[in-house]
């Protein structure tokens, strides 16, 4: 792999689709320890298939960070609606390659996603990840995002009939 300014940001075509699957693991790293790993890997795998098969329809990106031949790293953005009604872009997902971590490639990911919000006029750029990606969460306090909203998440266990006081 060469120099970080070799590393270029261009938008997803259809003979990449096969490179870009590869990045779909990273995406596992960092979920919550009580969710099923088989699962998360076939709902990331998913995450990348609907929005590179929602690039024939207005308001969805993929882009891809290209060293030489490789790809490197993903983003997908899209429209998505606030519940107050307000529309806004959203990032999808966003993976780099392992080994390729802290040499700027998210951030100029994250550069072409907010771009392509300013070009449809969208006022915000939101995103999600897991509470625990530490590396994640301080690549976007130092882009400036804010957090808004908390997810929380407790284990319920089973109960037999004779212990719960719930109504049917």
């Known amino acids: 792999m060469t120099a970080t300014a070799a590393i270029h940001v261009r938008p997803y075509q259809p003979a990449d689709h096969a490179q870009v699957m590869t990045l779909a693991p990273r995406l596992t790293e960092w979920v919550a320890p009580w969710r099923d790993p088989a699962a998360v890997v076939t709902a990331v795998h998913g995450w990348i298939q609907d929005s590179i098969n929602a690039l024939s329809q207005p308001g969805h990106a993929v882009y891809l960070a290209v060293d030489g031949q490789a790809i490197i790293g993903v983003i997908t953005v899209t429209q998505r609606t606030h519940f ?85």
């Open 84 to 168: 107050t009604g307000q529309v806004d872009a959203y990032v999808g997902e966003l993976a780099v390659r392992t080994g390729m971590e802290r040499r700027g490639i998210a951030t100029q990911l994250m550069n072409a996603a907010e771009a392509w919000a300013a070009h449809r006029g969208l006022p915000f750029l939101t995103l999600e990840t897991g509470a625990a990606n530490q590396p994640a969460r301080g690549l976007y306090r130092a882009l400036g995002y804010q957090e808004e909203d908390v997810r929380l998440t407790k284990a319920i266990l089973p109960r037999t009939p004779n212990t719960c006081r719930c109504r049917s």
